[in-house]
């Protein structure tokens, strides 16, 4: 076999590429984790998932995970969770149409699009108990509960809530989130927007019970009442519990 004939060596072009590791800009590469983290999470239950799953999902090393959160998966967790409670929190955005309860409805209808996203991992934050459960991620979770309230008292057009009314409202929170665990836990059996209606209901009924020995719930939804539609059966309801504390 002559020289012409004999195999050259193999360029650089010619070489199979590596398809592992992508090069990406610092913060770029961290929302990335991060971003991968969540799907994660949103689906399996914290303690279940690992550096190396993380990893192999985002196409990156182990030791690449370790140098963006040197902390390693409790620092990854946290920064997820407060990346889904951001998300969460800007969810609690109220529209500027419609009546009271059509805006708080379509509020719940943007909450729970985010519960269903983040199946699991919505239920194990909430339920608590879990292995990466840290004061910091407690934290996270009244900084959500702070901003519903907030919201929701800026729907009522209150600036400073008395006790009575603070008491409603967190009480109904804590509802929603209730009805959401049990929502999941029953493979979403009722549809959502059943779910969604029963819960304003809900709120309605709690603050006509509060709106009879509180004078500023009372004041709240007497204004309130003026921008609902006046044969809506649980405005009917409302009226009928304002009327009888008169």
């Given amino acids: 076999m002559d020289a012409s004939s004999a195999p050259s060596p193999a360029t ?40 190396d799953d993380v990893a192999e999902a985002a196409g990156a090393s182990r030791p690449l995970v370790y140098r963006y959160f040197a902390g390693g998966k409790q620092q990854l967790y946290e920064a997820a969770l407060r990346t889904a409670a951001e998300e969460l929190t800007s969810r609690f955005t109220v529209p500027l149409t419609g009546t009271p309860t059509a805006q708080l409805a379509a509020v719940l209808d943007s909450y729970f699009a985010f519960v269903a996203e983040h ?24 900084e959500v509960r702070r901003a519903a309230l907030k919201r929701t008292l800026r729907h009522l057009g209150v600036r400073e809530a008395g006790s009575r009314l603070t008491l409603l409202v967190r009480s109904w929170i804590a509802v929603v989130e209730g009805a959401s665990l049990t929502w999941l836990d029953e493979g979403r059996a009722v549809p959502v927007a059943e779910l969604r209606d029963w819960l304003v209901d809900q709120f309605v009924a709690m603050a006509a019970a509060t709106a009879v020995g509180d004078r500023q719930t009372a004041d709240v939804l ?25």
Avoid: H, M
């Fill in 12 to 51: 650089p072009e010619a070489r199979p590429r590596r398809t592992g590791y992508r090069r990406l800009p610092i913060q770029q590469r961290r929302e990335q984790l991060i971003a991968v983290a969540l799907e994660l999470f949103a689906t399996r239950a914290p303690e279940e998932v690992g550096l």
């Fill in 119 to 142: 199946d699991a991992g919505y239920s194990a934050l909430l339920r608590g108990g879990s292995v990466v459960e840290t004061a910091g991620t407690s934290a996270i979770v009244d």
């Fill in 222 to 246: 007497a204004g309130l009442l003026a921008l609902e539609s006046p044969d809506a059966p649980r405005i009917t309801r409302l009226r009928a519990a304002l009327e009888g504390r008169a």
